[in-house]
C-alpha cells in the first residue's frame, strides 16, 4: 500500500477539485467525520457529496474521477442497480464508491441542486464545506442523535424477547438436521439480531438512552463491562457444532440477564415462562441430536464413561475417596485455600468438618469412582437467606475436559433455585479455566481483589468475585 495521505491532503484534494469546477456548486461532508463523539483513525471514509448543475457530464467522463488518485477499486452502485434491471434516475444523484491504493476511501455523490434541495437537512450528521453560491440551506451544527439507541416500548420490547426465543427452535432444528449453513444463517440473521437489539437497549439505558452503540454494534465493546464483552464474543462460534451449541448456550444466558435487567429498568415484564419452555426445548432437541449423531450434539465422552451426580450426606463411608481428590488437585496447583504439598490427614480433617447446616455437598461419580465435588452453601443469617455460596468445584486431573464441573455446576444451580435462593456468588483465582465456565454460565464478574491467594511458589495471586442473579 501507499503511503496514506493525509486529512489534512485529502480535504485540500476534495475542495480543490471542487473549487476549479464550474460545475460543482457547493461541497458537504456526512458520516463518521462529522461526528465529535467517535474516535478519528485514518480508515474513516470521507463521505462527500458535491452538489453539481448536471450529472450527465460526469458520468459520459469516466476518467473524472482519476484526479482523486489512483484507485485500488471503485463500485458504482447507481450503475450496478439500473444493470439489473432497477429504476434509477441518474440525472439527480449519482455515487462513486471508491478505494485508492494509499488506503483512503472516498464515497462520492454528486447531485443537482434540486436533488440537495430535499435530501440536504435529512441527515443532523451534515457539514457545508464549500458553497459558491450560498445555496445551502442553514443547518444546525453536526450531532449523532438520529442515531441514538431508541427506548422500546413495550410492545417493542416483547416482541423482541419473543423473536429471540421462537426462532431458536430453527437454528437447534438445522443442527439436528445436519445443515450447517441454514443454522448458522438462521442465527446470525434472527438470534444475532434479537441480542443485539438487546444489548444495545442494556447499553442505552444506562446512558439515558443518548448515545449510539454504532453500526451492527461496532461499539458494544466500548460500553460493555469486561464480564459482558467476554459474553458476547462467545456467541461467536467456528463450524463446529459442539461449539455452536455452546455459543447458543451463552447467547440464551446473556439475552436472559440483559434481557431482565432492561425489563426491571423500564417497569416491563420479562416473558420468564418462554424463555423457561424454549430453554428446555433446546436442550431436548441437543439430547435429540447426539443420540441421532454424537457429531452433532455435544462432544463424544469415552464409550466406558458414565457420570452420576448425586449428594452425599455421610462423609464417613466417602472419606478415603474425597480425601485423595483433595490432594490430588492440591497437588495439581489448585487454588482451593490449601497449598502443596498436602498431607492425606490434613485432606481427611478438612472432610470430616464440611458438612456443617446449610451446606450441600455433590459428588460425580465415573464408573463408580468420584471424579469431582462441588458444595452449595445456603447462607443461614436472617439477612441473608436470598443467597447461596457456590465452594470447591474440583475435578480429578484424569476426569477433566469431560463436562464434569459443568455437570457439577448445573446441578448446583438447580439446587439453589430449588431453595429459593435468588443470588448466587463465588471467587476463583484470577487466570483460570473456571472463569469462562462460570462466565458460560452467566455469572457476572463483581470485582478482582488482588494479592488475595498465595500459591504454592509464595506469590500472591488476585482472585476473581462473580454473582448471578437466578
Avoid at 453539481?52 to 447507481?78: C, R, Y
Avoid at 467476554?230 to 467456528?238: A, F, L, N, V
Amino acid at each position: 500500500m501507499n503511503k496514506m495521505r493525509s486529512e489534512k491532503e485529502m480535504f485540500q484534494l476534495i475542495l480543490g477539485v471542487a473549487e476549479r469546477d464550474d460545475r460543482i456548486r457547493a461541497v458537504y461532508m456526512n458520516g463518521s467525520r462529522t461526528n465529535s463523539t467517535v474516535s478519528k483513525d485514518i480508515f474513516q471514509d470521507y463521505d462527500i457529496v458535491y452538489v453539481v448543475t448536471e450529472t450527465a457530464s460526469f458520468i459520459k467522463d469516466v476518467d473524472w474521477i482519476s484526479h482523486f488518485g489512483e484507485l485500488l477499486m471503485k463500485q458504482e452502485p447507481d450503475k450496478m442497480d439500473r444493470s439489473i434491471g432497477k429504476d434509477v434516475d441518474f440525472d439527480r444523484n449519482y455515487g462513486y464508491l471508491m478505494l485508492f491504493k494509499d488506503g483512503n476511501r472516498i464515497d462520492l455523490h454528486i447531485q443537482t441542486k434540486e436533488f440537495m434541495i430535499k435530501t440536504y437537512l435529512n441527515d443532523k450528521l451534515t457539514v457545508p464545506l464549500l458553497d459558491k453560491d450560498n445555496c445551502l440551506p442553514k443547518i444546525p451544527p453536526p450531532t449523532d442523535s438520529d442515531y441514538h439507541v431508541q427506548k422500546p416500548s413495550a410492545e417493542v420490547y416483547f416482541a423482541c424477547c419473543n423473536e429471540f426465543w421462537w426462532c431458536l427452535q430453527n437454528v437447534t432444528k438445522g443442527i439436528w438436521r445436519d445443515e450447517l449453513p441454514y443454522a448458522k444463517r438462521m442465527y446470525e440473521d434472527t438470534t444475532r439480531v434479537s441480542l443485539d437489539k438487546m444489548v444495545s437497549w442494556w447499553i442505552g439505558m444506562h446512558h439515558d438512552f443518548r448515545l449510539s452503540t454504532g453500526k451492527m454494534g461496532k461499539y458494544f465493546k466500548k460500553y460493555l463491562p469486561e464480564h459482558y464483552w467476554e459474553m458476547y464474543k462467545q456467541t461467536y462460534s467456528d463450524g463446529e457444532y459442539d461449539n455452536v451449541w455452546k455459543s447458543i448456550s451463552v447467547s440464551c444466558e446473556l439475552f436472559r440477564t440483559l434481557g431482565k435487567q432492561v425489563a426491571n429498568s423500564l417497569s416491563y415484564s420479562y416473558p420468564a415462562e418462554d424463555d423457561c419452555n424454549m430453554t428446555n426445548y433446546i436442550k431436548r432437541v441437543q439430547v435429540l441430536t447426539h443420540e441421532k449423531s454424537p457429531t452433532l450434539g455435544v462432544k463424544k465422552k469415552d464409550d466406558n464413561t458414565e457420570v452420576m451426580i448425586h449428594q452425599i450426606t455421610e462423609i464417613s463411608e466417602h472419606l478415603g475417596e474425597l480425601a485423595d481428590l483433595l490432594v490430588t488437585v492440591v497437588d495439581d496447583g489448585a487454588s482451593i485455600n490449601f497449598l502443596p504439598p498436602m498431607e492425606h490427614e490434613e485432606a481427611s480433617s478438612y472432610w470430616r468438618n464440611v458438612l456443617k447446616p446449610g451446606v450441600i455437598l455433590l459428588v460425580a461419580n465415573v464408573n463408580g469412582q468420584i471424579a469431582g465435588t462441588i458444595q452449595l452453601h445456603l447462607e443461614q443469617k436472617p439477612n441473608g437467606i436470598h443467597r447461596a455460596e457456590i465452594a470447591k468445584l474440583i475435578t480429578h486431573p484424569k476426569y477433566r475436559r469431560k463436562g464434569i464441573a459443568r455437570s457439577l455446576l448445573k446441578k448446583a444451580v438447580e439446587l439453589a433455585k430449588q431453595n429459593d435462593r435468588s443470588l448466587l456468588i463465588l471467587d476463583t483465582r484470577e487466570g483460570d479455566h473456571s472463569n469462562r465456565l462460570y462466565q458460560s454460565f452467566g455469572f457476572i464478574r463483581a470485582g478482582r481483589l488482588p494479592y488475595y491467594a498465595k500459591s504454592a511458589d509464595g506469590e500472591l495471586e488476585a482472585t476473581i468475585l462473580y454473582y448471578k442473579e437466578l
